[in-house]
């Protein structure tokens, strides 16, 4: 699932736990992402890009056993809530940063190809819903993602505006029909990991700044 969605999962978590700070909740969230970044651009882990990109369905994350599969990111969780909850006592934040982390995958399940591991590297055995295939049905289903988590949130009709902008500015990487930066990536493939990551920090950036302006709104 692209990197506004995953952000928007902090409006849900945010609404249930108010008194945990934003900005912890946006880093879990993009965690897994953050780690796929720095590992794929040391060589640990890979992506595949066809020579002629046209769409999500012609980048292929072929090995990623270790920052997308199901144990590491349940081990990942398991470790953020007890370092948060256990050694810094506080339970209520190591809970929603926890639950912030396995969000990730299971939402990348639900657009992936079957390229999320259930086990790395020792069981071969992955996982995917194939939106990603269907370009246009990741965009609907992400899109819609978005809309839930505005709603879950109660947030304003400007929330809403901002979110479903931020989809669409990615909306060439879904269609084929039109252009946009994608011929960037055929030229230049180590562009898409940075785009991934540049689309992770826009979208914790928006969405601070939308529950920052809800909580001015709601103490006027």
Known sequence: ???????????????RWPTVPIIPILISVQLVDLIW?????????????KENVRSIADVHFEFM??????????CLAGLVWFVVSKVFNKPAWGLALAIGVISHII??????????EVFPVLIHYQIGSGAYS???????????????????????KFALFCLVTLNLLGVSFYFT?????EFLITKFPDMFILFIGGQALLGAIVVWWLVKLSKKSDEA
């Open 134 to 156: 269907v370009p246009f049905v990741a965009f609907i289903i992400e899109l819609l993602y978005c809309i839930l988590c505005w709603r879950i949130f109660r947030g304003n």
């Open 65 to 74: 056993p270790y920052s997308h599969s199901l144990f590491s990111n349940v």
């Open 37 to 49: 970044v720095v590992l794929t651009l040391i060589g640990i882990e890979s992506v595949h890009i």
């Open 1 to 15: 699932m692209n990197g506004i969605s995953h952000a928007a999962t902090a409006l849900i978590i945010t609404r």
């Open 107 to 116: 939402l990348d399940v639900a657009t992936h190809a079957r390229d999320i």
């Open 177 to 181: 029909e039109i252009s946009g930066p």
